[in-house]
């Protein structure tokens, strides 16, 4: 008879106590694996919100971190407005003066390459403007390129797709500038689809609502990003909201665009009017984006931030200390779960000592029987340890609909974060540290005495 | 087979110094020799069956089983041997709880050098009448049936001496003529030496060869030592 079947045999006879001691480990294994998830799903969240298909975020002076919150996640309220002119600095002289002859303005600005035009190369310059809400959700306005140029997921190559409807165009025969795409979540949550009429409030969820409406043309599928959580609108229809347009300078120089008198469509601001919360930018090649970066910063008016050092930078000052605190729970639920088993196995060595000075007499070795009590802890640790995070996997997997539906973050059964690879190993060991106590007893029982006991 | 020469084994007392429990100038058995050995109890009896199974080492003396000098072994030398040559029976039968009755009788096998033979501990069984409680647990078995187990087991492994301390003591007459019956029967089947110690003078008759604790113990003449020199385990055996 091996030895682990005589562990084994121990550990089943008694089975109150083995059982109330595995399940104390199972619990604190099944504890330690719901955690290091959670930290697990905030970290992915995080990596891929901050994987946001662009390389640098353009916005006023400031803070960077507050850009990148403002900008990416669509958090904590925009630092200023940049005038239109400062996007107008990443395109060439055509497209500025195409800009010009559209949208009226100083005919000087077509005459110009922008200050940041030569770093986009195949790249794009994509204008946000924040300052709306549709409900809870903040109301972002932007070009289509948004939905043409951005990309997203773990390797930023994903465009985004609809499960309803489509992405704005520029001006549509129907809704002309007046369209909105709506997030994910904003759908589920507002209960808006394809068809449905929004209306913005102006400048917080309580606020004035404007009397324009935008009509929904387009529902995303989930994205794990924070676009899942913003309704996005034309810019054009976004800047002829009521309160929208910057007042024009006495002194500006504008030649407006002339007009057919049969148009119908709504006259467009003027750059002097216009302007922008955030510019979203992808150079290429990328080896430009520092030099990019320092020359924008450089200027009177705009930063540029680069978004995924900011999140890191983030993530080192929260989720740093947090993987510090979870870490210090994991190892006082092991070490908790590990006395657990030295309490149990060494309150039943009173018990025991008879069984092992039999076995003595019938020829067992000292390390034999210390062995038996170290089996004993490690079939403890080994089923509290894999029940407890297979039990775990099965909670999270049971609760991975919620979770993909809230972080955008598929979770499969078997999904493991890094630090889990290391939980069943450290928990034997641990267990098997434990055993030492009540092991070195067995080591210890004297044979005579316990014989005649 | 088994030669003790001038053994003394003594304790330290509590308050200092130390009591000779055992003093044996010569005691032999023979292969397949059976021996009663009778007397008093706290006379060394358990001491000197310790003794011979390896269990403690000898203050003083010789003690050689087939050639095999037993104080110059190590304790995990003197384990193996216990495991190859030396078969126990207890007078409170130390079944293991958590094991059936055929599990019990492995473990005779466990810790030897020899693989388990589950045909052997299921014939063992099969001899000791318990063939059809080969998967009871001892909480389940009659007192007898329990001490038979014990027979069984302390057989399995093949041994050259079966021990007997007082195996009869704590069954009820009927079963000890059982367990007695088997004891002898299947030493004398197996070849096996037995040295059993009781101080049951009915059972002797069923010896050839009955030694007195008094004769071969030095120490125990000495009614001083009877009281002082006890063991702890010779009085927790009494």
């Given at each position: 008879m091996?030895?682990?079947?005589?562990?084994?045999?121990?550990?089943?006879?008694?089975?109150?106590?083995?059982?109330?001691?595995?399940?104390?480990?199972?619990?604190?294994?099944?504890?330690?694996?719901?955690?290091?998830?959670?930290?697990?799903?905030?970290?992915?969240?995080?990596?891929?919100?901050?994987?946001?298909?662009?390389?640098?975020?353009?916005?006023?002076?400031?803070?960077?971190?507050?850009?990148?919150?403002?900008?990416?996640?669509?958090?904590?309220?925009?630092?200023?407005?940049?005038?239109?002119?400062?996007?107008?600095?990443?395109?060439?002289?055509?497209?500025?003066?195409?800009?010009?002859?559209?949208?009226?303005?100083?005919?000087?600005?077509?005459?110009?390459?922008?200050?940041?035009?030569?770093?986009?190369?195949?790249?794009?310059?994509?204008?946000?403007?924040?300052?709306?809400?549709?409900?809870?959700?903040?109301?972002?306005?932007?070009?289509?390129?948004?939905?043409?140029?951005?990309?997203?997921?773990?390797?930023?190559?994903?465009?985004?797709?609809?499960?309803?409807?489509?992405?704005?165009?520029?001006?549509?025969?129907?809704?002309?500038?007046?369209?909105?795409?709506?997030?994910?979540?904003?759908?589920?949550?507002?209960?808006?689809?394809?068809?449905?009429?929004?209306?913005?409030?102006?400048?917080?969820?309580?606020?004035?609502?404007?009397?324009?409406?935008?009509?929904?043309?387009?529902?995303?599928?989930?994205?794990?990003?924070?676009?899942?959580?913003?309704?996005?609108?034309?810019?054009?229809?976004?800047?002829?909201?009521?309160?929208?347009?910057?007042?024009?300078?006495?002194?500006?120089?504008?030649?407006?665009?002339?007009?057919?008198?049969?148009?119908?469509?709504?006259?467009?601001?003027?750059?002097?009017?216009?302007?922008?919360?955030?510019?979203?930018?992808?150079?290429?090649?990328?080896?430009?984006?520092?030099?990019?970066?320092?020359?924008?910063?450089?200027?009177?008016?705009?930063?540029?931030?680069?978004?995924?050092?900011?999140?890191?930078?983030?993530?080192?000052?929260?989720?740093?200390?947090?993987?510090?605190?979870?870490?210090?729970?994991?190892?006082?639920?092991?070490?908790?779960?590990?006395?657990?088993?030295?309490?149990?196995?060494?309150?039943?060595?009173?018990?025991?000592?008879?069984?092992?000075?039999?076995?003595?007499?019938?020829?067992?070795?000292?390390?034999?029987?210390?062995?038996?009590?170290?089996?004993?802890?490690?079939?403890?640790?080994?089923?509290?340890?894999?029940?407890?995070?297979?039990?775990?996997?099965?909670?999270?997997?049971?609760?991975?609909?919620?979770?993909?539906?809230?972080?955008?973050?598929?979770?499969?059964?078997?999904?493991?974060?890094?630090?889990?690879?290391?939980?069943?190993?450290?928990?034997?060991?641990?267990?098997?540290?434990?055993?030492?106590?009540?092991?070195?007893?067995?080591?210890?029982?004297?044979?005579?005495?316990?014989?005649?006991? | 087979?088994?030669?003790?020469?001038?053994?003394?084994?003594?304790?330290?007392?509590?308050?200092?110094?130390?009591?000779?429990?055992?003093?044996?100038?010569?005691?032999?058995?023979?292969?397949?020799?059976?021996?009663?050995?009778?007397?008093?109890?706290?006379?060394?009896?358990?001491?000197?069956?310790?003794?011979?199974?390896?269990?403690?080492?000898?203050?003083?003396?010789?003690?050689?089983?087939?050639?095999?000098?037993?104080?110059?072994?190590?304790?995990?030398?003197?384990?193996?041997?216990?495991?190859?040559?030396?078969?126990?029976?207890?007078?409170?039968?130390?079944?293991?709880?958590?094991f059936s009755a055929i599990e019990n009788v492995q473990l005779g096998m466990t810790?030897?050098?020899q693989r388990v033979d589950i045909d052997r501990s299921r014939e063992l069984l099969r001899r000791v009448?318990l063939s059809?409680r080969a998967h009871?647990?001892?909480?389940?078995?009659?007192?007898?049936?329990?001490?038979?187990v014990?027979i069984a087991r302390a057989l399995a492994g093949r041994?050259?001496?079966?021990?007997?301390?007082?195996?009869?003591?704590?069954?009820?007459?009927?079963?000890?003529?059982?367990?007695?019956?088997?004891?002898?029967?299947?030493?004398?089947?197996?070849?096996?030496?037995?040295?059993?110690?009781?101080?049951?003078?009915?059972?002797?008759?069923?010896?050839?060869?009955?030694?007195?604790?008094?004769?071969?113990?030095?120490?125990?003449?000495?009614?001083?030592?009877?009281?002082?020199?006890?063991?702890?385990?010779?009085?927790?055996?009494?």
């Amino acid at each position: 008879m091996r030895l682990i079947k005589i562990a084994w045999r121990n550990f089943c006879y008694r089975k109150l106590s083995s059982l109330l001691t595995t399940l104390n480990l199972t619990l604190g294994v099944a504890l330690v694996v719901g955690v290091l998830s959670i930290y697990g799903i905030i970290s992915e969240a995080f990596v891929r919100n901050a994987s946001v298909g662009c390389n640098l975020v353009v916005g006023p002076k400031g803070s960077a971190l507050q850009l990148t919150l403002n900008a990416v996640y669509y958090l904590s309220q925009p630092i200023e407005n940049l005038p239109f002119t400062e996007y107008m600095e990443f395109f060439d002289a055509d497209a500025r003066a195409k800009m010009v002859k559209r949208y009226g303005g100083d005919p000087e600005l077509g005459e110009r390459d922008g200050k940041y035009a030569g770093f986009i190369g195949g790249g794009f310059a994509i204008p946000l403007a924040l300052g709306d809400y549709f409900g809870e959700y903040r109301v972002v306005g932007t070009t289509p390129d948004f939905f043409e140029r951005l990309r997203h997921g773990p390797s930023v190559d994903q465009p985004f797709t609809f499960a309803e409807g489509r992405s704005f165009v520029e001006s549509s025969p129907e809704h002309s500038v007046f369209e909105a795409v709506v997030g994910s979540r904003v759908a589920a949550t507002m209960d808006v689809s394809v068809g449905d009429q929004m209306n913005p409030t102006h400048g917080d969820p309580d606020g004035k609502g404007h009397g324009q409406g935008f009509q929904i043309v387009g529902v995303m599928d989930p994205t794990g990003t924070p676009n899942d959580r913003a309704v996005f609108v034309n810019l054009e229809g976004f800047y002829l909201l009521e309160g929208h347009a910057k007042p024009i300078e006495p002194e500006a120089n504008i030649v407006w665009p002339t007009r057919d008198e049969n148009d119908t469509s709504p006259i467009l601001l003027s750059i002097p009017e216009r302007e922008v919360t955030s510019i979203l930018v992808q150079n290429e090649p990328r080896l430009l984006a520092l030099p990019l970066q320092n020359l924008i910063s450089e200027g009177q008016a705009s930063q540029a931030a680069a978004p995924v050092g900011e999140i890191n930078k983030l993530m080192s000052l929260i989720v740093g200390p947090l993987t510090k605190a979870l870490l210090a729970i994991t190892a006082i639920t092991c070490f908790v779960a590990a006395v657990g088993i030295l309490v149990a196995i060494y309150n039943s060595m009173n018990d025991r000592r008879r069984d092992i000075a039999v076995m003595r007499a019938l020829g067992a070795r000292r390390d034999s029987v210390t062995w038996i009590i170290l089996l004993e802890s490690l079939i403890i640790a080994l089923v509290g340890g894999v029940v407890g995070w297979f039990g775990a996997h099965v909670a999270i997997f049971m609760a991975g609909d919620y979770i993909e539906a809230q972080t955008g973050i598929p979770i499969g059964l078997l999904t493991m974060s890094e630090m889990e690879v290391y939980l069943i190993p450290i928990v034997v060991l641990l267990s098997l540290i434990a055993g030492l106590v009540p092991a070195m007893s067995a080591y210890r029982t004297d044979v005579a005495t316990n014989l005649n006991a | 087979m088994l030669k003790l020469t001038d053994v003394i084994q003594r304790f330290d007392q509590p308050g200092g110094g130390q009591l000779t429990v055992l003093d044996v100038p010569s005691f032999e058995i023979d292969a397949g020799e059976q021996v009663a050995l009778i007397g008093q109890s706290g006379g060394g009896k358990t001491t000197l069956l310790h003794l011979i199974a390896g269990l403690w080492s000898a203050t003083q003396g010789s003690i050689r089983f087939d050639g095999l000098e037993l104080s110059r072994l190590s304790e995990q030398g003197r384990d193996r041997f216990r495991a190859a040559c030396i078969g126990y029976v207890f007078q409170t039968f130390n079944l293991l709880p958590a094991f059936s009755a055929i599990e019990n009788v492995q473990l005779g096998m466990t810790f030897g050098r020899q693989r388990v033979d589950i045909d052997r501990s299921r014939e063992l069984l099969r001899r000791v009448g318990l063939s059809d409680r080969a998967h009871y647990r001892p909480h389940q078995l009659s007192v007898g049936q329990q001490q038979r187990v014990a027979i069984a087991r302390a057989l399995a492994g093949r041994p050259k001496l079966l021990l007997a301390d007082e195996p009869t003591a704590n069954v009820d007459p009927a079963s000890a003529e059982t367990v007695l019956n088997l004891i002898i029967e299947s030493c004398r089947d197996e070849n096996v030496a037995l040295l059993m110690v009781t101080h049951n003078l009915e059972i002797c008759e069923r010896f050839q060869r009955v030694d007195q604790l008094e004769q071969i113990n030095r120490a125990f003449g000495d009614s001083e030592h009877s009281k002082q020199t006890m063991a702890p385990e010779d009085s927790a055996c009494v």
